[in-house]
């Protein structure tokens, strides 16, 4: 198994350019034509994580964190991030995160703590747009169900929870082969008419290089006719935060238990006033303030994440309770989720959980 298969498959679940502007996921460090003998997935890869690395055997880390965000201009092991960069060079371990595209993706890093709480009818909380485009092209109408077919098996045509979407209309197309051609139908300088569908297809735009070769392959004409086109839509399973709902409702103080139970907390930072009844949930893994009028938007009883500000709390008022977990505490179960995407397509890899608690923040 070599680095690029085990990344190649973690960006067909997450591609990486899902990830916000400021991210700096995918492979860090190492080479992709690397064999890889064992996996260790954490939260944070630091310089513990890869002496966890070398005590296990493993000799790549995959990590929800990316240790570098900024460039590095001097490796001198001054900081916890030069130290760990050196350590992975030394010892020839590959080191690759899936930061803020693992946190954008439908059962992604959001829903992975709607799992946890036992969230139903889960949903991004902000979907992202112009991530979507359209194709559409012009195919003789008894050659239309073959090319359909392999646009469909190369990505496109996925509305929601539906596949294999897609328009056809029946016209006629006309053209005039010049001397150097070699048409499939028609014959040099005539022209000719043809009854051809017009077929469109919605695709995610990471996907168009792939598409636009499968259509060359499996269209008959020499030089197919097509359009791509931008879309402003939002893209239903690609986006920040996830809201979901109690199959019943709760009290804040049987809420607030419950919560410190099952994400496994030491303490909650949490709002005074809120609603009485408690059903509806948003949350979002690590630094979501950005994501709190969303939250009031989508009419949620209760918003979790982190890092809130002081002022930030007050902006609950009385419709929304705040509850701050933690960064760490709400992103630590990535490394379950990290894992099992990996054990999914390799189930008989030596994949290990980190043992090594990176958390920098202590509690009295």
């Known amino acids: 198994m070599l680095v690029k298969e085990i ?77 760990a960069v050196i350590k992975a060079i030394k010892n020839d371990i590959a080191i690759y995160a899936s930061h803020t595209n693992l946190d954008n993706v439908k059962n992604g890093v959001n829903f992975k703590i709607c799992e946890k709480l036992g969230l139903k009818n889960v949903s991004i909380l902000e979907p992202k747009n112009e991530l979507l485009r359209k194709l559409v092209t012009f195919i003789p109408v008894e050659h239309t169900e073959k090319l359909l077919q392999a646009l469909h098996k190369a990505g496109a045509g996925t509305i929601g929870d539906y596949k294999s979407c897609s328009f056809t209309v029946e016209g006629i197309g006309t053209f005039e082969p010049q001397k ?33 070769k ?105 419709d929304l309770l705040i509850c701050d977990i933690g960064h760490y505490e709400s992103e630590v179960y990535t490394k379950e989720l990290l894992a099992g995407i990996i054990l999914k397509k390799f189930p008989n890899f030596a994949v290990v959980l980190a043992k090594t608690n990176t958390n920098p923040v202590s509690y009295f």
């Open 7 to 83: 990344t190649s498959y973690l960006e067909s679940f997450a591609p990486l350019s899902y990830q916000e502007s400021y991210d700096n996921a995918g492979l860090i460090v190492g080479d992709s034509a690397m064999e890889v003998k064992g996996i260790l997935v954490c939260l944070d890869s630091t310089e513990e994580i890869i002496d966890e690395a070398i005590a296990s055997g493993s000799n790549m880390v995959v990590a929800h964190h990316p240790i570098i965000f900024g460039g590095l201009k001097k490796l001198n092991g001054k900081n916890y991030v030069e130290r």
């Open 214 to 318: 499968t259509l060359h392959e499996n269209h008959p004409y020499e030089v197919p006719a097509y359009d791509v086109m931008p879309l402003s839509n939002m893209h239903g399973e690609v986006g920040s935060g996830a809201i979901g709902e109690f199959e019943n409702a709760f009290d804040k103080d049987s809420f607030l238990a419950y919560l410190k139970e099952k994400m496994e907390l030491n303490q909650i930072k949490f709002t005074k006033n809120g609603p009485s009844s408690i059903k509806k949930i948003a949350v979002c893994g690590g630094s979501g303030s950005f994501l709190l009028k969303k939250a009031k938007q989508a009419g949620a009883d209760v918003f979790i994440t982190s890092d809130m500000k002081y002022h930030e709390f007050f902006e609950g008022e009385n």
């Open 180 to 212: 150097d051609a070699n048409p499939f139908i028609g014959e040099i300088g005539k022209l000719e008419s043809v009854k051809e569908n017009r077929v469109e297809v919605i695709f995610p735009k990471e996907k168009q290089a792939l598409l636009i």
